[in-house]
């Protein structure tokens, strides 16, 4: 086996590997608490409520509601982040798109 090759790539350095644990740990606390707020809250709003909509009026309870919210919300964020990340790294075809006698005229 070729030791060379081996050798070419660096150590990975313990601060930036502490630092990159550290941030995992600290992602999995934020979700680890917001899950059970997600409970709490959910457990805390159990009573009916009306929703009233254009042409009928609906009860239903209200931890049903904010979940509802939530997921709209989630995938609205989602959504949004993939069409920005979409129009960012694709330019528009019409910018893109040469004449034809464009390339003609400027190699002359």
Do not use: C
């Not at 740990?25 to 899950?35: D, E, K, P, S």
């Not at 609906?58 to 919210?69: C, E, G, N, Q, Y």
């Not at 004449?99 to 003609?104: A, N, S």
């Amino acid at each position: 086996m070729n030791d060379s090759a081996l050798e070419s790539t660096p150590p990975a350095d313990a601060g930036t590997e502490r630092s990159a644990r550290t941030k995992a740990y600290a992602w999995t606390l934020l979700l680890v608490a917001f899950v059970v707020t997600l409970i709490v809250l959910a457990a805390a709003n159990t009573r009916r409520v009306t929703i009233s909509w254009v042409v009928a009026d609906a009860k239903t309870p209200l931890v049903f509601i904010v979940v509802a919210a939530g997921v709209l919300g989630w995938l609205a964020g989602i959504t949004t982040s993939a069409v920005i990340r979409h129009r960012a790294r694709h330019r528009p075809r019409h910018r893109i798109r040469r004449h034809k006698g464009q390339d003609r005229t400027q190699r002359q």
